[in-house]
């Protein structure tokens, strides 16, 4: 339990504060975008869900509040924004923006190097498959190979590349899973 | 037939198209995270385009320059929005709030909504066990109406937790309850008659009775 006396939780310790709105759109779009791209996996949803954060965040913003209040009620409205979203599209919790470790997209001096980590993530995740589920994974994740593409490079039918597919991504998720958040 | 929507949704993610929705099984969505999580480590395709970031400028600024106008939607499709998002504010007012507090030791007065708090609005306590380990947050936020919202994370419980409030004048009055699963809950009410000034402290109580974790506001 909480002992003693009152614990002073609110410290004033940056003073930094935006001039004006487009100060904060234009020190947080990139950063916002990136994190929702790494949430999402595509350019609409992750152009659609950082409109709708800004969206609803930009109007009521009071401008004296500091940088790192700003990012982080942007961060928040991210995550409700981003929750709401697969709650629509698959009715799952498919991905999440944790503030405790998001935060970082928005107050590193670049989001591109707390991203960086996901290229070795995902070759954490390959390295761990049989050859022939890495491969289809490399063609068509990171290769951008459609399935019958991805089919004629390997040599086999377009049946046997979406059962392959799907073969190797359930195992990619385990290993996913082992290697933890 | 999940299979061929998980397909085709895969097939969306792997080729840059948007995918359509599905109801999804637990499974498919850690399957799809680490569809994400690989589509997203291609090179090249992570920073927003310019012509988006300009259009999104654009209409924010049409935004800005029309008070009484209704929020811009996303430029791909309509959001349906409900008095849940109001609710939703107030929630993100406080969980900001938290955040501010707990992670970055900024100071008060983030915004939201139409109740934009002054930094004297706000009260603020950490939750904890009696062996001082942090269980979650609590934000008293006074305003039309005043709230208080609270987040818990109790690794292993799944239950129901009573919220008991207690005020400058030694009495405590039973808020609510809510529900932990999986160890996280939240909860955020309206505060009614109670003056968020007068509050000394906040009190969870598992089902059993027992006292899971307290919080003192500071001043």
């Given amino acids: 339990m909480v002992s003693g006396g009152d614990v002073p939780y609110l410290h004033v310790v940056d003073d930094d504060v935006y001039g004006d709105w487009e100060s904060v759109y234009r020190d ?154 | 037939m999940s299979n061929r929507r998980l397909l085709a949704f895969v097939d969306a993610l792997a080729t840059g198209r948007r995918p359509k929705r599905f109801r999804a099984q637990p499974e498919d969505a850690e399957m799809l995270r680490t569809a994400i999580a690989l589509r997203a480590a291609r090179p090249g395709e992570a920073a927003p385009t310019e012509p988006f970031v300009e259009g999104l400028f654009q209409r924010l600024s049409e935004q800005a320059k029309s008070p009484s106008m209704p929020e811009p939607r996303p430029a791909r499709r309509l959001r349906v929005r409900t008095v849940l998002v109001a609710a939703a504010a107030a929630g993100l007012l406080v969980a900001g709030t938290a955040v501010v507090t707990e992670q970055l030791h900024h100071p008060a007065p983030t915004s939201a909504a139409a109740h934009v708090p002054e930094g004297s609005q706000l009260r603020t306590g950490t939750f904890q066990t009696t062996d001082g380990q942090v269980l979650g947050q609590i934000v008293a936020y006074r305003g039309h109406p005043s709230w208080v919202f609270m987040n818990v994370n109790a690794p292993q419980y799944d239950g129901t937790i009573e919220c008991m409030l207690q005020v400058d004048n030694g009495a405590t009055v039973a808020f609510g309850t809510f529900t932990v699963h999986g160890g996280a809950g939240q909860f955020s009410k309206a505060l009614g008659e109670i003056d968020v000034s007068q509050l000394r402290g906040a009190k969870l109580v598992s089902s059993t009775g027992s006292a899971v974790a307290a919080a003192t506001f500071a001043r």
């Avoid at chain 1, 996996?41 to 800004?54: H, I, K």
């Avoid at chain 1, 697969?86 to 190097?113: C, K």
């Fill in chain 1, 28 to 181: 947080n779009v990139d950063r916002l975008y990136r994190l929702m791209y790494a949430r999402v996996g595509n350019r609409a949803d992750a152009e659609d869900l950082t409109s709708e954060v800004f969206s609803t965040a930009l109007r009521p913003l009071r401008l004296s509040s500091s940088k790192g209040q700003v990012r982080a009620y942007l961060l928040v409205t991210a995550q409700t924004v981003l929750a709401s979203h697969w709650r629509r599209r698959l009715g799952q919790p498919v991905t999440a923006i944790d503030p405790d470790t998001d935060i970082a997209y928005l107050t590193e001096p670049s989001a591109v190097e707390v991203a960086s980590d996901a290229p070795a993530r995902a070759t954490k995740i390959l390295q761990a498959l049989p050859d022939r589920y890495r491969r289809i994974l490399e063609l068509r994740f990171l290769e951008a190979c459609s399935i019958k593409e991805a089919a004629r490079s390997m040599g086999i039918s377009v049946s046997n590349a979406k059962v392959l597919q799907h073969r190797a991504l359930r195992m990619a998720a385990n290993v996913d899973l082992e290697l933890g958040p």
